[in-house]
């Protein structure tokens, strides 16, 4: 089993529409990490969230850390919004890391 | 630089033959990060290097890989005797403490090919 489960693995989406992607953990952590990978690019950290909520234009990061689970919200999606959205989580014990495998999301005009 | 650097950005080699990856990250990071992701799987922690500390090489999947950082600064990651499971893109990341909070800054990273 995973220590990161993100659903759904692939999603698309009308321009404009209202995206939610999930992350599920199953261990004890310090920090989650959202990350966004272009195809053919590097990655770019989103945001880090330990507690509550963070707004950044027209994405939203939500964490509850009693269910242990996060959610990235995209308003208002463009097409420009299409990639990898990852959901990655540091340990509250070390500096160990774990990964989740990946939303991949495509947003048609 | 302003963004974290790595060389060469692709890579193809033979089997069994040696290779360095190299990440120079942003000035001023006290750590540093290798992951690799290999086709169609999720990103894997492979080290950490934090300051001065021994670095956390949990990740490392066989004695073929090891990696330094040289002052504080650039890192090397080598992998010795490459196999084909080695293929897959290799990317570094550097990070800054402030203000209790940290943000990470990936690289482009390393596509390697081993054939």
């Known amino acids: 089993k995973n220590e990161v489960e993100q659903s759904p693995q692939n999603l698309t989406a009308q321009e404009g529409e209202f995206i939610t992607i999930n992350c599920s953990y199953s261990v004890g952590i310090s920090a989650l990490h959202w990350l966004q990978q272009h195809p053919g690019g590097g990655i770019v950290s989103l945001f880090m969230l330990s507690s509550g909520k963070k707004k950044h234009g027209r994405l939203i990061a939500t964490i509850n850390i009693q269910e242990k689970h996060s959610s990235l919200h995209i308003t208002a999606s463009h097409p420009r919004d299409s990639a990898v959205y990852i959901c990655a989580v540091r340990s509250e014990t070390g500096n160990q890391f774990y990964f989740g495998t990946g939303t991949s999301l495509t947003v048609i005009p | 630089g302003a963004g974290v650097s790595q060389s060469p950005s692709n890579k193809v080699t033979e089997k069994g033959k040696d290779v360095e990856l190299r990440c120079d990250p942003i000035?001023?990071?006290?750590?540093l990060y290798w992951y690799r992701q290999s086709l169609g799987q999720g990103l894997e922690f492979l080290i950490y290097?934090?300051?001065?500390?021994?670095?956390?090489k949990s990740g490392l999947p066989s004695d073929r890989f090891s990696a330094e950082r040289t002052g504080g600064s650039v890192s090397t990651l080598t992998i010795q005797r490459t196999q084909q499971e080695d293929s897959a893109v290799y990317l570094c990341?550097?990070?800054?403490?402030?203000?209790?909070?940290?943000?990470?800054?990936f690289g482009s990273g390393t596509r390697l090919t081993v054939v």
């Open positions: 290097f934090q300051g001065n500390s021994a670095p956390d």
């Open positions: 000035s001023g990071h006290t750590a």
């Open positions: 990341a550097s990070s800054l403490v402030r203000r209790g909070q940290v943000g990470y800054t």
